[in-house]
T-cell receptor, first 114, second 116 residues
Framework: GAGVSQTPSNKVTEKGKYVELRCDPISGHTALYWYRQSLGQGPEFLIYFQGTGAADDSGLPNDRFFAVRPEGSVSTLKIQRTERGDSAVYLC????????????FGPGTRLTVL | GESVGLHLPTLSVQEGDNSIINCAYSNSASDYFIWYKQESGKGPQFIIDIRSNMDKRQGQRVTVLLNKTVKHLSLQIAATQPGDSAVYFCAENIDAGGTSYGKLTFGQGTILTVHP
């Protein structure tokens, strides 16, 4: 079946610009997670949703980062006034529920801020 | 503080050998541990998991061992194949109050290279 998909696969933007990254979770999965992975590092948690609500956004680095999941399926991670330090691979994962711990990851979006 | 780390950042083996990848964790409240494999340009792929009430779990060609006394986790891959070459991450999840919050904390990763 279809896995987690993310678009775009690559995004190059200029410092100060606004970007949106999209995640389509596995159909029927109620829990959705965003992670950020810098080169040579493991993924770092940003935020997760249970349904439409953000259950834990403690990993968002600052108020330039925001994520939504209005209908409990697709999620968008939004970054305002991008900085060069935001360059990373942004990974999305989903799981059937938060009580089912296996998280299935998408291929990620590589964001490069020039 | 909470952290998950790896003893060996790189591991090089010959095809057919067994591989062992190690991971240390510091949070005794960790309840659930997962190993992921990540190939270049792809997202992490689930390999195997283990809960804190177990000390060993086996899958297809893979075994995870958990030693809670010394807070150590290992992944054993039998008869390693070139297709196993990737970065391997351990991750931990803290189950607070019986409700897993799903927030994973990853280690830095070990690069496994399998030579034909």
């Amino acid at each position: 079946g279809a896995g987690v998909s993310q678009t775009p696969s690559n995004k190059v933007t200029e410092k100060g610009k606004y970007v949106e990254l999209r995640c389509d979770p596995i159909s029927g999965h109620t829990a959705l997670y965003w992670y950020r992975q810098s080169l040579g590092q493991g993924p770092e948690f940003l935020i997760y949703f249970q349904g439409t609500g953000a259950a834990d956004d403690s990993g968002l680095p600052n108020d330039r980062f925001f994520a939504v999941r209005p209908e409990g399926s697709v999620s968008t991670l939004k970054i305002q006034r991008t900085e060069r330090g935001d360059s990373a691979v942004y990974l999305c994962a989903s799981s059937p529920t938060t009580f089912s711990d296996t998280q299935y990851f998408g291929p990620g979006t590589r964001l490069t801020v020039l | 503080g909470e952290s998950v780390g790896l003893h060996l950042p790189t591991l090089s083996v010959q095809e057919g050998d067994n591989s062992i990848i190690n991971c240390a964790y510091s949070n005794s409240a960790s309840d659930y541990f997962i190993w992921y494999k990540q190939e270049s340009g792809k997202g992490p792929q689930f390999i195997i998991d283990i809960r804190s009430n177990m000390d060993k779990r086996q899958g297809q060609r893979v075994t995870v061992l958990l030693n809670k006394t010394v807070k150590h986790l290992s992944l054993q891959i039998a008869a390693t194949q070139p297709g196993d070459s990737a970065v391997y991450f351990c991750a931990e999840n803290i189950d607070a109050g019986g409700t897993s919050y799903g927030k994973l904390t990853f280690g830095q990763g070990t690069i496994l290279t399998v030579h034909p």
